[in-house]
């Protein structure tokens, strides 16, 4: 529902303003973004790698590939961050208007998500790699995997709304 609100308030914003982006705004880095992009959507393939891992009974598999999913999704925000500190210095803020503020505020909560998702991934890795999750205690790594599809499937629609359309 969070998202919803913010895509929806986006959305109208964005429709009612003249020019969009305004004048002398930066311009986002849509190459660099689609590309973080792909290392988002390739987290989400290992965390399928891992859930598979985890139905065979696989438990360093399951750990290993938990492990790349963190990694992966680490690197995502370790990307985004370059990215905010290249845009701020450029001169976009949350205060340098409705652009700044909805750029922000909605790349900022998708970052927040994915951030939890790693800490809550990161226990999860640790249990499994203590082997955890043997004998059929599987729902904490299946309810983290739902939350981290979650996660990475909504990213590619905040990228096309805020950074391509």
């Known amino acids: 529902m ?3 609100g913010l895509v929806f308030a986006f959305w109208v914003l964005r429709l009612a303003a003249p020019v969009w ?4 705004q930066p311009r986002l880095p849509a190459g ?3 590309a973080n992009t792909v290392v988002l959507l390739g987290s989400s393939i290992a965390m399928r790698a891992a859930t598979r891992a985890l139905a065979r009974g696989h438990a360093r598999a399951l750990a290993g590939r938990l492990g790349l999913c963190a990694l992966l999704g680490s690197l995502f925000l370790a ?3 370059y990215e905010w500190t290249r845009l701020i210095g450029f001169g976009l803020t949350v205060s340098s208007g409705t652009y700044g503020s909805l750029f922000y505020t909605l790349v900022g909560a998708h970052a927040l998500h994915v951030l939890a998702a790693l800490v ?3 226990i999860i890795a640790v249990a499994a790699a203590r082997g955890r999750f043997a004998g059929g205690r599987t729902a904490p790594v299946r309810a983290c995997a739902l939350y981290w599809h979650f996660v990475v499937a909504l990213w590619p ?3 096309a709304s805020i950074y391509l359309i």
């Open 21 to 24: 982006p305004p004048p002398f």
């Open 79 to 81: 990307v985004q961050g």
């Open 32 to 34: 660099i973004t689609a």
């Open 2 to 4: 969070l998202f919803a």
């Open 157 to 159: 629609l905040l990228y």
């Open 120 to 122: 809550w991934l990161g």
